[in-house]
């Protein structure tokens, strides 16, 4: 009996054992996976392109950007767009900087295209390089290194970058020393974007399209202190879905006309609409359309601002319009162009609050209470056009957060 008893005893233990697999197995086949979690690509760092001189062979270029939103997968888009050749770019690299030219140890990983090391754009064109698996900080200065061994003829990039960056003649774009980059540039060459993927599935960007202003023109160099930036900064604490910020100004810039650089109108489908993850576009623009004296008129320049509006929209995105800011004092100031410059911003103050998602009074931040047609002395950078750090911050103070997303 004892030992049937036993065996018994084990038959029923295995077949509870069987039981109880099989109900473990229906609970996790019942129990749905966590979905992997959604990213959003988003624009981290822009600056508009436009011609920056010409080209040289056997060029290292080590560029420092400042990220305003961080996450993985970086990717940096490379332009070409003002040049006549082809452009062949070598040895391609994004690394974090520590100090000068020197970049954090280990922090230096090489950028592909399409899995290749090194990539031809062609002439009038821009190219993205693939995701580079690591996380890149909000706040952080990003430095891309690249090489161009037989580039010749126009080169495309950002004059008037506000920011220094190296040099150095070879290849030396894997180091991490800054030993051989000796030279240095203020201007950024060959790169127009950097995007990463936001964890944030809502995760969004602003674009400011503007002019010298918000290409930072009197703010303090290697500083970050265009309005933009201050925008950036304060974005990171606002806990809005918008949180990158791509600076698209370019000093003397117009809505209408072409000059230094493409016009506003030209320019928005390659420096804007096509930069990943923009939310809204910030348009601040009007004052060298005004003060060029080539009979621009209010009508004109606000059936400039409709256009851009109405594309815009045709995508999707919100439009932030700023009122013009003060210029009496600058030379090419007169009464005329100060009342075409008034008419603009009653016209927005009033009926341009309803064909618009946003008006911001950057006139209103910048005048001064003595004389409304002049910059706050505490604010001018010195030229009575451009604002100084203060009144860069000012116009960044006066940007509601909530207002950079729409129902749209």
């Known amino acids: 009996m004892t030992g049937r008893f036993g065996r018994c005893c084990r038959i029923a233990a295995a077949l509870l054992t069987v039981v109880a697999c099989q109900s473990a197995s229906a609970v996790r086949a019942a129990t749905p996976h966590a979905p992997p979690a ?10 508009s392109g436009n011609r920056v001189g010409q080209s040289t062979a056997g060029q290292g270029y080590r560029l420092v950007v400042r990220t305003s939103v961080g996450g993985t997968g970086l990717r940096v888009r490379f332009t070409n767009a003002f040049g006549t050749r082809p452009l062949t770019l070598d040895g391609v690299y994004a690394g974090l ?28 064109a821009v190219t993205w390089s693939d995701p580079l698996p690591r996380a890149i900080p909000a706040g952080a200065d ?6 161009t061994p037989d580039a010749a003829g126009p080169a495309t990039g950002h004059f008037m970058a506000m920011q220094t960056s190296y040099t150095a003649r070879g290849r030396h774009t894997a180091e991490e020393s800054g030993t051989n980059w000796t030279g240095t540039t203020t201007s950024w060459w060959y790169i127009d974007s950097v995007a990463v993927r936001s ?12 002019d010298s202003i918000t290409d930072g023109w009197q703010s303090t160099t290697d500083l970050d202190r265009r309005w933009p930036d201050y925008l950036a900064r304060r ?32 320019r928005l489908d390659r420096d804007v609409l096509s930069q990943p993850g923009v939310r809204t576009v910030f348009l601040f ?12 008129t209010a009508a004109d320049l606000v059936a400039g601002y409709r256009e851009l509006t109405r594309r815009v929209h045709a995508r999707g995105k919100c439009v932030v319009v700023a009122t013009v800011g003060p210029f009496k004092g600058w030379p090419d100031w007169d009464p005329a162009a100060e009342a075409v410059r008034q008419e603009v911003n009653r016209f927005l103050r009033g009926s341009g ?10 006139d209103r931040v910048l005048r001064s209470p003595y004389d409304r047609e002049r910059l706050l002395p505490f604010l001018d950078g010195g030229d009575h056009l451009h604002p100084n750090d203060r009144g860069m ?8 957060p909530a207002r950079l997303d729409c129902d749209r």
Do not use: M
């Open 353 to 362: 609050r309803r064909e618009f998602d946003a008006v911001t009074d950057f």
């Open 285 to 296: 623009e009007g004052v060298n359309d005004i003060k060029a004296h080539t009979g621009v």
């Open 235 to 266: 974005l990171r604490t606002a806990g809005t879905a918008v949180q990158g910020v791509a600076n698209e100004g370019i000093s003397g810039n117009k809505v209408l006309a072409d000059g230094l650089g493409q016009a506003a109108l030209h």
């Open 199 to 210: 964890s944030r599935p809502a995760a969004g960007a602003v674009a400011a399209l503007g």
């Open 38 to 47: 959604r990213t959003t690509d988003v624009v981290t760092w822009a600056a």
């Open 393 to 400: 911050r000012a116009l960044a103070g006066a940007v509601d």
């Open 97 to 124: 900087r520590a100090r000068g030219a020197a970049l954090r140890p280990g922090s230096n990983r090489p950028l592909t295209f399409h899995g290749a090391r090194s990539v031809t754009v062609p002439a009038g």
């Open 142 to 147: 990003l430095v891309v290194s690249l090489y």
